[in-house]
């Protein structure tokens, strides 16, 4: 049997549900379909530049975020050894791009989104598929465990193995291993002062920072083939890699569990998609432009994407001219980061350390360009309720 609604997320994740807090906005009837039993988030925390709160301040929900998250900035990059390359304040980035760079975990920012949505909007254990994108005459069909569903707008935001990217793209490629495992952890670590800081090895970074609910979010990369896993344990495999580096990241370790590590290899997309639309459904997040994560811009990219997938969504043509461009420049210049900050050559990593010193000496605004383009991004509009009409 065959149910209409008007509009349709699939994934509950923060795309997910900021597209759909942002389609409420504008008047959209909105059902998001998650296939996962809870909206508990993969991952530990999440940075937030200036380019994302703004459009947080477009669902209404900016300030209280702000108002959770720790400001990061005030540290800096180390070596292993401990020494500073580079020192960052976290006034000179808010001054520059006009608000603060903050962290705090991903739950929260879940929670606080889900909040935003009527009662019912969201339903977990609900694997869904597109099977018809629909077009100008025809609405879009997407299939559940529970029947068929009809809808005027579908918003595929499943993550970077997108089922619903395959559905209207079967010939794209598809994700790919970007070279290198990501572990990270969130704990409390008692006892323990520190600045924030990431720090650059041979093949390898490591970076801690405070959130400001008094727990420490430390993440570590390395270059690893894709599927490998420890022999032991993950924090075993932590301690081989990271416990002769620099404090405070040996007492991180120490504090952690090994249930407390959490380890997944980085895809990205390396093949740009030829849009982000197709017929009555879009994409967003890691399904349309999934990056590695060494500028801290995918999940941020997903909330600019949401804002204004919920700006065009009577034209789904204009919201991939609006991203496609944008999210490409900010996905390339990722993979280049991490080329540069996972050099595994000694030489390289010499040069590399040399060059990033020699930058910060020149003063913290020439550090901070590489945001430039980036964290200054404004959204299309100021609140989501002035469009509603228009949109409907």
Do not use: C
């Not at 975990?105 to 989104?113: E, F, H, I, S």
């Not at 008692?190 to 924030?196: D, K, W």
């Not at 910060?360 to 989501?384: E, N, T, V």
């Amino acid at each position: 049997m065959t149910r209409r609604v008007r509009a349709i997320v699939i994934g509950g994740g923060i795309g997910g549900l900021a597209a759909a807090a942002a389609l409420d906005r504008q008047g959209w009837e909105v059902t998001v379909l998650e296939r996962a039993p809870s909206l508990e988030p993969v991952g530990a925390a999440i940075s937030l530049a200036p380019n994302a709160l703004r459009a947080l301040d477009v669902l209404g929900v900016g300030d209280e975020i702000r108002d959770l998250a720790a400001w990061q900035g005030d540290g800096g990059l180390r070596t292993p050894a401990g020494r500073w390359l580079v020192r960052t304040s976290a006034a000179a980035a808010a001054a520059r791009f006009g608000g603060p760079l903050v962290l705090l975990a991903r739950a929260t920012l879940v929670d606080r989104l889900a909040a935003l949505l009527p009662a019912g909007t969201v339903r977990t254990a609900a694997a869904a598929s597109v099977t018809d994108p629909g077009g100008r005459a025809r609405p879009a069909r997407v299939t559940t465990a529970e029947g068929e569903l009809e809808a005027e707008l579908v918003v595929g935001a499943d993550g970077v193995n997108s089922r619903a990217r395959t559905a209207l793209f079967p010939a794209h490629p598809g994700a790919v291993y970007a070279g290198f495992t990501t572990w990270r952890v969130l704990i409390p670590v008692p006892g323990v002062e520190f600045a924030s800081h990431e720090t650059w090895g041979r093949g390898h970074i490591w970076g801690t920072h405070p959130l400001k609910d008094g727990r420490v979010y430390a993440y570590a990369a390395a270059r690893t083939p894709a599927g490998e896993r420890a022999p032991d344990d993950e924090k075993a495999e932590l301690l081989r890699r990271y416990g002769h580096w620099h404090d405070p990241v040996p007492a991180v370790l120490a504090a952690a569990r090994p249930a407390d590590v959490l380890r997944h290899d980085v895809h990205h997309i390396a093949e740009p998609l030829p849009a982000y639309h197709r017929g009555r459904v879009a994409l967003l997040g890691d399904a349309a432009h999934a990056m590695p994560p060494t500028l801290g811009q995918g999940g941020n990219q997903a909330i600019e994407d949401a804002v204004v997938l919920a700006h065009h969504s009577r034209d789904l043509p204009a919201y991939t001219g609006a991203r496609l461009a944008r999210t490409t420049a900010v996905a390339r210049r990722a993979v280049r980061v991490a080329r540069l900050n996972m050099a595994g050559n000694r030489a390289a990593v010499a040069l590399r350390d040399t060059a990033v010193a020699a930058l910060s000496k020149a003063g913290p605004a020439l550090f901070l360009r590489g945001f430039d383009g980036i964290a200054d991004w404004r959204p299309p509009y100021a609140s989501g309720k002035e469009h509603a009409g228009e949109q409907r």
